[in-house]
């Protein structure tokens, strides 16, 4: 009996996650295309900001394939959106150091982890994210 409660809460869970998963996924997907508009706009006469600009991009492209194919398993939809947001961290640092978003994504991507993937990889993505801030 207890078996079977503890499976019906970890089968509610996962779909409260999946849910979740597909609404952040959606957000991104609809907010990405005005932002990297506003990239490009923005640096089009800093050509030494192109390389990161062409990264940022790609890294939108990747978010919004995995929103639009929800067959996706998770596990891989929930690795893709915690790397990427690690991935636009890192450049968004070396781009504008502390005072842009790049501390921003740092701090935003352990809690999807912590929310999406359960406690102990938000605490990993947490100490992930305090050395990547302390080494930049």
């Known amino acids: 009996m207890e ?3 503890q499976d019906n809460a ?4 996962q779909e409260w996650r999946t849910k979740i998963l597909d ?3 959606g957000v991104l997907a609809v907010t990405l295309v005005p932002a990297v508009i506003s990239m490009y706009m923005r640096n089009m006469s800093a ?3 192109w390389s990161y600009i062409y990264a940022l991009t790609a890294i939108g492209a990747v978010l919004i394939i995995l ?3 929800r067959k996706i398993p998770y596990l891989i939809r929930v690795l893709g959106i915690v790397l990427l947001g690690y ?3 890192i450049l968004n640092l070396r781009m504008t ?3 842009g978003v790049g501390p921003l994504y740092l701090l935003v991507t352990p809690i999807f982890a912590l929310v999406l993937l359960g406690k102990r990889a938000g605490a990993a993505g ?3 994210s305090a050395l990547l801030l302390v080494l930049t």
């Open 87 to 89: 991935a636009a961290g």
């Open 97 to 99: 150091g502390l005072v």
């Open 10 to 13: 970890n089968s509610v869970l």
């Open 3 to 5: 078996n079977l409660k």
């Open 67 to 69: 929103a639009i194919f």
């Open 126 to 128: 947490t100490l992930l």
């Open 47 to 49: 050509p030494a900001h």
């Open 23 to 25: 609404w952040v996924l």
